[in-house]
């Protein structure tokens, strides 16, 4: 059974970066997609990167200039790196595993982390 | 980019059947798909390809597709069911979701 758990700081100083780590457990993080979704305070998802198991990253256009992703494959951990934060990024942010489809394209989200909490505040 | 539209809430008596769309362009020419977010935790992925549930989602969850919109088909509708619905879609450039529906069961 694949699970998730994302970890971050919690607590992020406005003009700073946030970076947060997704481990994987029960599954090999090479060979799958991974996107990160965040939730702001009281409302929907947004969707902020995709990064394939071909190494294709594609991002947000409102987040791509400050949005960087990569994978560990030898701590089988995903993560995210988000520069020069305001409190506009104060939001819950999930990972998750995608299932991939081509010819007919497909891609969903089939398990996702718990969820860690993120406040830009000083 | 481009958007998916899903009525903000949705209110249904228990047993009743609940209808919730999702409408937008490209929907004709992209799969959909339907997450359940409970209050306080994370989506959970209920169909997927427009009609298939996911594995071990009840019977009483389906989809169902018709131009450029997609439904989500809630039947017998427990108290349970109260949460956030949200639909996504995209290409292989983007992953878009719509704007949520929160069900409400009287």
């Known amino acids: 059974q694949v699970q998730l758990q994302e970890s971050g700081p919690g607590l992020v100083q406005p003009s700073e970066t946030l970076s947060l780590t997704c481990t994987v457990s029960?599954?090999?993080?090479?060979?799958?997609?991974w996107t990160w979704i965040r939730q702001p305070p009281g409302k929907g998802l947004e969707w902020v990167v995709t990064r394939y198991y071909t190494g294709n990253t594609k991002y947000n256009p409102s987040l791509k200039s400050r949005v960087t992703t990569s994978v560990d494959t030898s701590q089988n951990q995903i993560s995210l790196n988000l520069i020069s934060v305001t409190a506009a990024d104060t939001a819950v942010y999930y990972c998750?595993?995608?299932?991939?489809?081509?010819?007919?394209?497909?891609?969903?989200?089939?398990?996702w982390g718990k969820g860690t909490t993120v406040t830009v505040s000083s | 980019s481009y958007e998916l539209t899903q009525p903000p809430s949705l209110s249904v008596s228990p047993g009743q059947t609940a209808r919730i769309t999702c409408s937008g362009d490209?929907?004709?020419?992209?799969?959909a798909y339907w997450y359940q977010q409970m209050p306080g935790q994370a989506p959970l992925l209920l169909i997927y390809k427009d009609t298939t549930r996911a594995s071990g989602i009840p019977e009483r969850f389906s989809g169902s597709s018709s131009g450029t919109t997609v439904t989500l088909i809630i039947s017998e509708v427990q108290p349970v069911d109260e949460a956030d619905y949200y639909c996504q879609s995209g290409d292989s450039d983007s992953v878009v979701f719509g704007g949520g529906t929160k069900l409400t069961v009287l």
């Open positions: 998750a595993r995608g299932k991939l489809g081509m010819n007919p394209f497909y891609y969903y989200m089939a398990v």
């Open positions: 029960g599954a090999s993080i090479s060979g799958s997609s």
């Open positions: 490209a929907l004709p020419r992209q799969n």
